[in-house]
Each structure stands twice: as C-alpha cells, then as structure tokens.
C-alpha cells in the first residue's frame, strides 16, 4: 500500500502563485511516475502534469509554461508549482502514483483562484 499526502492549497488571487506538494509513504519502492491531476466542479478529473523517476515531465497544455512539476525521489515528494493562477484553474488537486497495477490517489487539496 501507498499513502499519498497533498498539502499546499489555499485561496489566491488570479496571477498569483501557489506551490503543492504530496508526499508518499509505505510501500514506495517500485514508484515511478507521480502525477497531478484536477477536478473542476461539475467537471471530469483531468490530467494537470507528470513526472518520471527519472525527471521526465509531462503536461496538459492548459498549464504549460506556468506550472512546473518536480520530486524529491530521497523523500518521495512531488511538487507543483502553480504560477499565473487563473480563476479556471480552481478545482481540487490530486496526487496520483502506481506500483505494478495498483493505482494510488491522495485526499485532494483544494485551489481556489480568484478574479
């Protein structure tokens, strides 16, 4: 099992920068790609960015150029730095991992831009 824990939302202004970060616990060894993923409300969940083990990044072009993803493989954390917020970035943010066929979510920790 695998525990992910997501920290670092809050309320900004449009423009503004917040960073996120989730850590994963238990049984890590195997992890390679951790993920963001959003859900607006009323909407479906979508992909945000990726990261690999060995730092390859992947992003939905909505954040490209504004968000960057990063980990700390030594402590199991991915980070999310959000910058030039927009109100349509608003939604709830997930960490997301997999170990062989077993897929792991985080709690969500909410983002609230406003204009």
């Known amino acids: 099992q695998v525990q992910l824990v997501e920290s670092g939302g809050g309320l900004v202004q449009a423009g503004g920068s917040l960073r996120l970060s989730c850590a994963a616990s238990?049984?890590?060894?195997?992890?390679?790609?951790m993920g963001w993923y959003r859900q607006a409300p009323g909407k479906e969940r979508e992909l945000v960015a990726t990261?690999?083990?060995?730092?390859?990044?992947n992003y939905a072009d909505s954040v490209k150029g504004r968000f960057t993803v990063s980990r700390d493989n030594a402590k199991n954390t991915v980070y999310l730095q959000m910058n030039s917020l927009k109100p349509e970035d608003t939604a709830v943010y997930y960490c997301n991992t997999n170990v062989r066929v077993n897929i792991y979510w985080g709690r969500g920790t909410r983002v609230t831009v406003s204009s």
């Open positions: 990261i690999t083990a060995g730092g390859t990044t």
């Open positions: 238990g049984n890590t060894f195997g992890i390679n790609i």
